[in-house]
């Protein structure tokens, strides 16, 4: 389990990233993504976020989506050279536009869970491979994925990748991995997806890429980098969403300690402390880590004051709106599918709620 590691408006970081990845199904407000594309670019490292948003590509956006991979693989490139976020705005907004799929992302869920082959198909698929890999190849025809996962684990990541993409080839006349990542995960959770719906993924139809507008991008840094006199004040201002109430069934870091709660009123020092922009300004104050107390420690009195004067946040005086906004419970929806249909359903969720009479 990770251990928990709160952002530069201290939510837990592995939320954010599945809010956003929700936010992005559920089609929710440019003005919402774009919160969240400068909240991870304030609190990930520069690799980190930009292969975080190709991750979500890969897992969801792989199949039926000409180019789309590529393109994505390239903004996130520029944005390592230069750190400029409007790079990863335009991967956001244009991943929004795309076709989701959920085998991906289901595959991924499941993966290491070491599971069993439950089922036997007695009409089988037939190849001209290896007979070994039959049970494979139907278990994807058969869009079994609990089988797929136990097929993989059993002959390993690789030798299925590699069996996986020619079979591919064989099957679509197309190399389903050639605009894919290196990560073998992640290649190996797309060519599985696009095999489960390989005539959606060879029918695709190309898109015009949308141009991220920078007035958007500058409205959100505004809000974060205009100062509030009282610090008190600094995180109801900063906050501007909460993050998704219901996620998938991986391991969340909020898991990771006793209480969340605790942690934030207390401890969210420490807890944020390796967050990119966090770990800067403790650094600059001569400020260490203390595993023990759960805190962190300054040289001197004249150190720590002249800090909290600069970036106290006072999660302990917050309202209670605004710290529900990261320690509202969740719900642990443990079928990946139920949890990308429910994403799905947001979209319509989201415009209702925000019609009036």
Partial sequence: METL???????????????????????????????????????DTVDGVADGLVYIACIVYSVGNPGLIEYVRKKAARYKQDHDEIHLLAIAQNIRCGSPNPHGHALLCILDLELDITK??????????????????????????????????????????????????????????????????????????????????????????????????????????????????????????????????????????????????YSWEYYCYDSKLWTERFQQFGAVKDHNSLSVKFPGDDELEAFYELYCRDFDEQSKCVQDMSLHPIEKIICPYQWYNRSMENTLTEEISTMSI
Avoid at 11 to 30: A, H, N, Q
């Fill in 5 to 43: 590691r709160l952002s530069e408006n201290l939510y837990p970081v592995d939320e954010i990233y599945y809010t956003l990845l929700r936010s992005l199904l559920g089609k929710l407000s440019t003005r919402e993504i774009t919160y969240w594309i400068c909240e991870l670019a304030r609190t």
């Fill in 120 to 265: 036997v198909y007695k009409k089988t698929i037939e190849h001209s491979l290896d007979r070994k890999w039959t049970g494979l190849f139907t278990c994807i025809q058969n869009k079994d994925m609990h089988g797929v996962s136990a097929y993989i684990t059993h002959f390993g990541y690789e030798e299925s990748l590699e069996v996986l993409t020619e079979w591919g080839k064989q099957v679509t006349g197309q190399d389903l991995s050639e605009d894919l990542p290196p990560d073998i995960t992640l290649r190996l959770a797309s060519v599985v997806a696009r095999m489960f719906d390989y005539e959606a993924h060879i029918a695709g139809k190309r898109r015009l890429r949308i141009a991220p507008k920078q007035k958007e991008l500058e409205e959100i840094r505004q809000i974060y980098n205009t100062d509030s006199e009282k610090y008190w004040n600094r995180l109801a201002r900063l906050r501007l969403y909460k993050t998704a109430d219901f996620v998938g069934p991986k391991t969340w870091m909020r898991y990771s300690v006793k209480s969340l709660y605790q942690a934030s009123l």
